[in-house]
Every structure is written in structure tokens, then in C-alpha cells.
């Protein structure tokens, strides 16, 4: 069984900065795209970041590019997103998972959601 765990979510003020952490288990996520994906209240879960399974390439939704740095060990089937300079907006419920492209759209696999972390950004 696949199993996805965030932590590292916390509350911080306006320009602060969290380092999420994604430790993957139940099966290897080696030769997958990893992506972190996060969720405001009322609003639907949008793409944030994503690394290749060789960790050599990354992408970054426009709203945190220079800001936010995905990383992985696969050695380790862990995930990061190192999150800086951080803004009100931030404020959302983070998910890591499998993330595939298609029409320049990513999403997460489907089985694979975990429970996520809560980053909350105060003014």
C-alpha cells in the first residue's frame, strides 16, 4: 500500500520561511515525478512544484517561482519543498505526490493522496 506522509507545516509570519518534508513508503518512487500540490480553503487543489525522477529538473507554478525549492533523495524516497519569502496567499493544506503532466496541467496520482500539512501565513 502507498503511503504518503508531509510534515514540516506550521504557522509563520509574512515573509518567514518552512521547509515541507514528503517521506514516501509502500512501494518506490524512483522513476516518478514527484510533485508538491497544495489546497486553500474553498478552493481546488492547484499544482505547486515538481521534480524529475533524476532530480535534475524542476518547475514551479508562476506564483512561487523564485521562492519556493523542490528537492528529492531518492535514495531515501523523500520529497522537499523549501518554502522562502513567504505570503499570505501561501496559506493551504500541502500535498506531495507522483505528479504527471498532460496539456500542460499536472496532477497527482490519484490513489496515492496522503493527509497533507497545514502552512499557515500570517499578516
Known amino acids: 500500500q502507498v503511503q504518503l506522509v508531509e510534515s514540516g507545516g506550521g504557522m509563520v509570519q509574512v515573509g518567514g520561511s518552512l521547509r515541507l518534508s514528503c517521506a514516501a513508503s509502500?512501494?518506490?518512487?524512483?522513476?516518478?515525478?514527484m510533485g508538491w500540490f497544495r489546497q486553500a480553503p474553498g478552493k481546488e487543489r492547484e499544482f505547486v512544484a515538481a521534480v524529475s525522477w533524476s532530480g535534475v529538473w524542476t518547475y514551479y507554478a508562476d506564483s512561487v517561482k523564485g521562492r519556493f525549492t523542490i528537492s528529492r533523495d531518492t535514495a531515501k524516497n523523500m520529497v522537499y519543498l523549501q518554502m522562502n519569502s513567504l505570503k499570505p496567499e501561501d496559506t493551504a493544506v500541502y500535498y506531495c505526490n507522483a505528479a504527471s503532466r498532460s496539456a500542460n496541467v499536472w496532477r497527482g496520482r490519484e490513489d496515492s493522496w496522503g493527509q497533507g500539512t497545514q502552512v499557515t501565513v500570517s499578516s
Open positions: 509502500g512501494r518506490t518512487f524512483s522513476s516518478d515525478n
